[in-house]
C-alpha cells in the first residue's frame, strides 16, 4: 500500500537527537556507585539491621489479593501486600478505597474486542458489521453498551460504484443516531451544493441572521458565511484550501448530493460517554502487563499492582509491534506520556519511599535499572536476571532473601520495588551535586516595578498577595513550616536587591545599575526563612509600591533579572525557582534586549517559523546555565501589547516552569484568575533539580522526548524542576525485534530533590504487550495519548517547518494509519468504505482539532504571542490537558438537574449543538464561556444574574455574582468542579448569542469549520477516506 513518494514518517521525527546511539551507557551520579561495594558484606538474611527504613507502624496493607502481570509469575490469590516499616511519600497514614476483591483483573482488555467503527454507506453497511481478521471473538467484549451496533436498515444490493472517495451517497436512517460503534456514514459530497435548504437532523438552532456590522472587520463575506450559516448548506464549503493533497475525486458523473448528518460520524461525546459508563468509579488495577486504561475523561480508583498507574504514564499503544518493518508499516507512533509527579487523589496510596541507607537503590550493573518488579530472582535468591537488558547481576548481600516454592522471594509483599509498579527510594551521596547533601530549594520573587505597572495598581496588588502565599510555602507532610527560603528583586532597567535579614528593623535595598554584568551584592539576608523574617518581609512587602510610586522608569530589562536570580541560587548553592511578574517588551540596553519583530508578513511564508524562535541566542544559553544550576522559573507575564512570548517564555519551557498570560489585565476583571493561579503554583507538588531517565528492554529505545527539558546528551532529560502539572512525551523507536512473551518494558526514573532538601529517585515502571499482528496494536491505541504525541511533535516541528508542510504531514499520517488497518485488519471487500479501528474511531476528530489550532494556522487576527503561548503550554501538556485543550467541554446548562450533583452530559462542540432557548458552559482548560441563547429562560437568567432579562445581563464580569438560589449555587459548583485540578485558573467569558464576542466562543466548536481555515469534522473525516482510498488503490 505504501505509494511513491508518499511522506510516511514526519522529517521532523528523523532530524530529532538520539537516533543511532545506544540508551544503554547512562546512569545517574557516580559511575562506580551501582555495583555492590566490596566492603559492605552484611550476614545474609538480616534484613531488619542492614535495610534500615524510614520507621513508622506498618502501614495497613492494601486489602485485595495481589497478583502479577503476565510476565511474572500469578500470585496465589490470598497474598496481601505488605510494607512494614515504610512511609508513603506524600501521607503518613494513606487512605485506602474499599477494593473490590478479585483474583481477576478488573477490566477485561476493553479493546482487544473484534469491534470496529465501520463508516460507509448504507448501502453496503448491511453486509460488514465487524472484522475479525487477527482479532479476538467478541466475546469477550467488555461489559456495557455493546461496541458494535448492528445497522437496521433495509438491505439493499451493494453498489460499489457509489461508494468511491468523493461519491455522494443518501443519508442513513434516523434509526442510526448517535448508536455507539458501527457509524455508517453517507459521505458528503466535495461540493455541498446540492440541498441548501435541508437543515442537519438533530438541527435545533437557528441560525444567526446574515452577518453584518456586527462581525467587525476582517472576516471575508465567505467566512462569515461559513461560520454563521447553516451547517454544510453553503455551496464549496468543502476543503477550503486547507488540504490542497485533498483534491476532488469525482468518479464520473456525481449523482444527486445529498447531506451528511453529523450523527452518524463518531462522536467523542458517544465515546467518553461509553467508556465512563463501562468503566467509571470502578477500580482500575494495574496488575495486567498491555492492558489499556480507562480514558483520562473517566474517574476510577488506580491500584497499583506492579504497573505504573495511567496518571503517571499514558502510552498511545499498549501493545508494540514486534519488528520495526510493521511499525513502519502502520505508522502508529510508539510513545509514552509521562507525568512523573502527577497529583494521587486522596484515595489512592502515596507512593511509598524505600530506605535501603547508604546501600542505595538496588541496580542492574549493565543497564543500572533499578530494582523493580521487571526482575526475576533466581538461584534460590542469590542472582536475579534484569527485565531489561536480561544481565544476571549477585544480589547484595544486604539484599538478599529466600524464594518460594514458585522462584519469589519471601519478602516479595514487603518491598515495594519487588511488587508495585511506582515508589521512591532514598537517594545517597553518590546522586548528590558534589557529593554532597542538597541544600532546600528558595523561591525568589522579582517584580517588575516600571511605570504602568506602579500605575495600574499590580505592583500592590502582587505585594499583598505575597503576604498570604508566603504563609502557604509548600512543606514536608511530616514537617511544621516549610524549609523553602525566600528572596526579593524588583527592577526596572535596573535591579533592586533587599535584604530582610530578621534582625533587621527595616528592609535595606542595594541597586545594581551594571546590567551587563549582574553580580549578587549581598548574600547574607538576601534568602531568609520565612517565619523567622516575616516582619521584615511584611514591612517590605508594603513599601515597595511607595518606593517606586514616583517612578517614570518605563523601560525594562529581562535576561538580567534571571540571571540575578540564578547567581542568588548558585551562590546559595541551593536549587529553586524564580517568580517573575513582568508586563513589557525588555527593551533597555542589556543582555537580552528585544525589539518589536512582530511582523504579519512573514504569516504563510516559509520565514514564519522564525516568529516562534527566540530573536537573540541569550535566553537559550541563560535557560541551559539555570538547568545546571537547578533554577526553574515561572513568569506571570500581563502584556498589553507585544512582548515576545516566543523570547521571554523560551526560560520558563526549558526550565520546568510556567508561563501565565494576562492580556490587557485590568484590575477589577482579572486580579481573581491571577490570583488563583499565583497561589495554585506556589502550593503545587514539585521536585527540583532533576534528572530523567527512561530505560526500556532490549529491542526498542527512547529517542525522542518533548517537554520543559533540556538535553544535553540523547538520554538524560534534565529539568531544573518538575511539577504535577508537567508531562514529558516520550517516542520510542525499535533496534530490533521485540518478543511476545517478554514484552516491552519501561521504566522511567526521575532524580530530584525535594522541597524539604531531600535528594530521591522516583521510579515508575510499565510492562507493555508485544505482536506480531497488526490488529493486536490497533486494538490496543489510545487517542488521547495520541493527540498528545502528534501536537507536541508537530509544535515542535513549527520551529524548523512551514505550516503548510507539517500539517500536511499529519494529515497524509493520519490517513496512512487508518488505510494500513483497512488493509490489514478489516475484510477486504467493500474496500472504499472507511472504517476506524474501535480505539481510535474519533482520532480523525481530535486531529482535526489539532490541524485548526492558532499554532498550526496563520491568520493575522490571532496575536503572535498568543501562537506562542499556546505552542509553549502544549508541549508541556499531560494527557487529559491536551484532551480537554484541543476538544472542549461543552455542557447544556439550561437543562440542569437541581437535584443532582453531576455534571450535565455533555454536548458536541458545533454550532448545531446549540439553541436559542439554551445556555452553554464551555471550557478547555484556559479559557471558560457561558454561552447565552436570544431565548434563554427568563427564570435562569434571574436564577443565574440576578437581572429580569437577556438584555439587562451585563457581559462585563469574569465571575459569576453569588446569587442565592439553587441556578446559580448549582452552576457556580459545575464551575468549581471544571476547575479543580487544572493547571491553569480560566478567565469566565459572558456571551450573547449574536454579539461580538460570539466570534471569540466559536473558535472553540471545533467540530465546525474553522473560524481562521481549517474544515469541519465532517469535511475532514471525507478528506481522510479519499486519502485512505488513494492508498489502497
Ligand atoms: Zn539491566
Known sequence: MSQQGYVATPPYSQSQSGIGLSPLHGHYGDPSHAASPPGMMKPVGNLGATAPVVMMSPSPP?????????????????????????????????????????????????????????????LSAMHINSYGSGMAPPSQAPPGPPSVASFQGPPRPPQPSVLQPGSQVLPPPPTTLNGPGVSPLSLPAHRQDGLPGLPPLNTQYQPPPPPGPVLGAGYSPQQQAANYGPQMAGAQLSYPGSFPECPAQMAGTPPPPKKLDPDSIPSPIQVIENDRATRGGQVYSTNTRGQVPPLVTTDCVVQDQGNASPRYIRCTTYCFPCTSDMAKQAQIPLAAIIKPFATIPSNETPLYLVNHGENGPVRCNRCKAYMCPFMQFIEGGRRYQCGFCNCVNDVPPFYFQHLDHIGRRLDHYEKPELSLGSYEFV????????????????????????YSNIKNGLVKLICEELKTVLEKLPKEEQEETSAIRVGFITYNKVLHFFNVKSNLARPQMMVVTDVGEVFVPLLDGFLVNYQESQSVIHNLLDQIPEIFADSNENETVFAPVIQAGMEALKAAECPGKLYIFHSSLPTAEAPGKLKNRNDKKLLNTDKEKILFQPQTSVYDSLAKDCVAHGCSMTVFLFPSQYVDVASLGLVPQLTGGTLYKYNNFQMHLDSQQFLNDLRNDIEKKIGFDAIMRVRTSTGFRATDFFGGAFMNNTTDVEMAAIDCDKAVTVGFKHD?????????????????????????LRIHNLG??????????????????????????????VLHQPLKVIREILVNQTAHMLACYRKNCTNPSAVNQLILPDSMKIFPVYMNCLLKNCVLRS????STDERAYQRQLVMTMGVADSQLFFYPQLLPIHTLDLKSTMLPAAVRCSESRLSEEGIFLLANGLNMFLWLGVSSPPELIQGIFNVPSFAHINTDMTLLPEVGNPHSQQLRMIMNIIQQKKPYSMKLTIVKQREQPEMVFRQFLVEDKGLYGGSSYVDFLCCVHRKISQLLN
Not at 512494614?84 to 476493553?110: E, M, R
Not at 553518590?430 to 517584580?447: G, H, L, Q, V, W
Open 62 to 122: 492494601p486489602p485485595g489479593p495481589h497478583q502479577l502481570g503476565q510476565n511474572g509469575a500469578q500470585a496465589s490469590g490470598h497474598s496481601p501486600q505488605r510494607f512494614p516499616g515504610l512511609l508513603p511519600v506524600n501521607s503518613a497514614a494513606p487512605s485506602y478505597a474499599q477494593y473490590q476483591p478479585s483474583t481477576q483483573p478488573s477490566y477485561p482488555s476493553p479493546v482487544s474486542t473484534s469491534s470496529v467503527t465501520h463508516l460507509g454507506s448504507q
Open 427 to 450: 537517594a545517597t551521596l553518590d546522586y548528590c551535586r558534589k557529593n554532597k547533601p542538597p541544600n532546600p530549594p528558595a523561591f525568589i520573587f522579582m517584580i517588575d516595578v516600571s
Open 736 to 760: 530490533d525485534k521485540l518478543n511476545e512473551d517478554s514484552g516491552a518494558l519501561i521504566q522511567c526514573a526521575v532524580l530530584y530533590t525535594t522541597i524539604g532538601g531531600q535528594r530521591r
Open 768 to 797: 507493555l504487550n508485544c505482536s506480531s499482528q497488526l490488529a493486536d496494536l490497533y486494538n490496543s491505541c489510545e487517542t488521547d495519548a495520541l493527540i498528545n504525541f502528534f501536537a507536541k511533535s508537530a509544535f515542535k516541528a
Open 859 to 862: 491568520r493575522p487576527e490571532i
